[in-house]
């Protein structure tokens, strides 16, 4: 996508953090925790200069009876509970906890769609996988967050673009679920941080020249090899894939090693960059991991 006039767009005055979607994933736990003990988040770019409106940032802890637990979630995915239908569904009978909560959660930083709403959120996640810190955003048609991901403090961070709800989603590993790692909180600590300069900067006025972003995008995903009665998987990553997120894999390379000792190899026309390999919570959900590829967007914003 080119654009060549220039593109005005309005402040960002409310930023939403969020930790503790996921329970157990404990580095967005830790670090919103942190940030609430404050008054003035130490996260928050402090005023050097007046500004005419400061940036709010709104630290959120999304899911607390998941965290009180140290686990994923309660009843069911949080993350999977911001759709219309279940933010608008019914409220009478048994309603799972995290349908109730995406509720709330939904009218604090909303509600979506409506004006009062905030204008960035940015959700805190971890996972199992060696991403490094690898920044989600969900359309291409979204300025600000494609511009969030060209960024230059973001030096060469993996980025995906893929279809969802307006915000911006950091996922950082490998950490195992229900610990937390230094190197992967501070990471995620400077991300943050780095978010929010970004944002001040474009509060300024400033101008941002065209230019191509490089990302990856998401195109499937696949499951492990099962047995067909008991469902159960019958092979493990293959160790020359294992932690090799974000890197090509050509056709006929090792995919799977059998339980047996057979290798499996993928069976694809094209070079594809696989992702979330070997995450531990995609288990549950019959995921082995997500394939991308590889394209450019050019934005043009001021």
Known sequence: MEVDEVVCLPRLSRVAVCGGTHGNELSGVYLVRELLKVKKGVMEKEEEQEEE???????VLSNPRAMQQCRRYVDTDLNRCFTHATLNGLTSGTVPYEMIRS????????PKGRSGAVDLVCDLHNTTANMGLCLIAYSDCDWICTFILKSPIKNHIPSI????MASVTMEIGPQPHGVVRSNVYTAMKAGVQHMLDWV???????????ESVDVFTMIKHIDYPRDSETRN??????PHLQDRDFCPL???DPLFQTFS?????YKGNEPLYPFFINECAYYEKGIFFKFIIHLYICKHIS
């Open 233 to 238: 998987i019958t092979a493990a990553v293959h």
């Open 250 to 252: 050509h056709p006929e």
């Open 103 to 110: 509720r709330e959660l939904n009218a604090m930083l909303g």
């Open 161 to 164: 673009l893929w279809e969802s």
């Open 53 to 59: 409106e400061p940036l709010s940032v709104l630290k």
């Open 261 to 265: 000792g057979e290798t499996l190899r």
């Open 200 to 210: 001040c900067f474009f509060n300024s006025g400033t101008l941002f020249e065209g």
